[in-house]
């Protein structure tokens, strides 16, 4: 055994110098998930999530879609789901944080309003796609 150690003392180390170089994520991995710029805001992605990670709220004219990103369980659903692209899980996975605010992902879109009603017939972003 302790000539074992003494060999180790001149061969190069087995593991990664993580944190201070980085760490690739091996391919296919699901990290954190981010809307694009192409999503429309028709909730799909939220319909389909197993843990309601992705919530919407309605608020006047404005529809903000979120991501918890504590809830998330990183299955894919949404991404597969999505028929624009809008939502993708990328490899970043460093994802501790001590501000509350920055485990979450947002967007806004404008809403379309009945004109009689008032009530939400869909996003500005959607009906223009």
């Known amino acids: 055994m302790e000539l074992e150690a003494l060999f180790s003392l001149f061969k190069k180390p087995f593991t990664v110098k ?40 309605d608020e006047g004219k404005t529809r903000v879609m979120r991501i918890d990103h504590g809830l998330c369980i990183f299955c894919r659903s949404c991404q597969d789901v999505c028929p624009w692209e809008g939502i993708h899980l990328t490899e970043k996975f460093e ?35």
């Open 18 to 57: 993580y944190p201070f170089e980085p760490s690739p994520a091996p391919e296919g991995f699901r990290g954190r998930t981010e809307f694009t710029d192409d999503c429309v805001g028709c909730g799909a992605c939220a319909a389909v999530c197993p843990p309601k990670a992705i919530s919407i709220v």
């Open 95 to 129: 994802m501790a944080t001590l501000d509350k605010t920055s485990s979450y992902d947002e967007i806004e879109h404008d809403l379309i309003l009945c004109q009689g009603c008032g009530s939400v017939i869909t996003t500005r972003r959607h009906m223009e796609e």
